[in-house]
Every structure is written in structure tokens, then in C-alpha cells.
């Protein structure tokens, strides 16, 4: 028996995009990545993305960036 103000179609799709707004775990991991600061954001270029990823995991951009211009540099130049 449908609610008779709504309609059962309507009561449905409220569920249905309801579903759509759970957020999986994947999913909140890479929405972790708007934490990062946007000045590394720009260098996306020189960033990769596990560093992005692992920067992501603090939301201070200050230590971000703290982090970043004091990284160690490797050869071959991979992460500078």
C-alpha cells in the first residue's frame, strides 16, 4: 500500500538517491584528497598522487607544506 500524498514512485526514489550519498570507504579516502594544501595542489605536476595521498592524511596545510618543502631528495629526481 503506497502513502497516498507521495506515491510509492516517489517514496523510491527518495530511497534510491539516498543510496547513491552513502559514502564507501574508497570513497571517503579520496575525498580525504580536498585536504591538501592548495599551494601543493598546484604542483600536481611534481606531486604524485601517493604523496598527495599521504599529505591528505593531516587537513593543517601548514604542516603539509612543512612536510613537503623538507622532504629528502632522491635520485633520479622522483621525489623532487
Known amino acids: 500500500m503506497a502513502y497516498r500524498g507521495h506515491g510509492g514512485s516517489q517514496i523510491l ?8 550519498w552513502r559514502l564507501t570507504p574508497d570513497l571517503k579516502r579520496y575525498l ?3 585536504n591538501v594544501s592548495p599551494d601543493i ?3 600536481y605536476g611534481k606531486v604524485n598522487f601517493e604523496q ?3 599529505l591528505a592524511l593531516s587537513e593543517d596545510h601548514n604542516l603539509q607544506e612543512r612536510i613537503w618543502n623538507n ?3 632522491k635520485s ?5
Open 13 to 20: 526514489a527518495q530511497r534510491d538517491s539516498l543510496a547513491l
Open 52 to 54: 598527495i595521498f599521504l
Open 76 to 80: 633520479g629526481n622522483r621525489y623532487r
Open 41 to 43: 595542489s598546484r604542483q
Open 32 to 34: 580525504k584528497l580536498t
Open 71 to 73: 622532504r629528502p631528495l
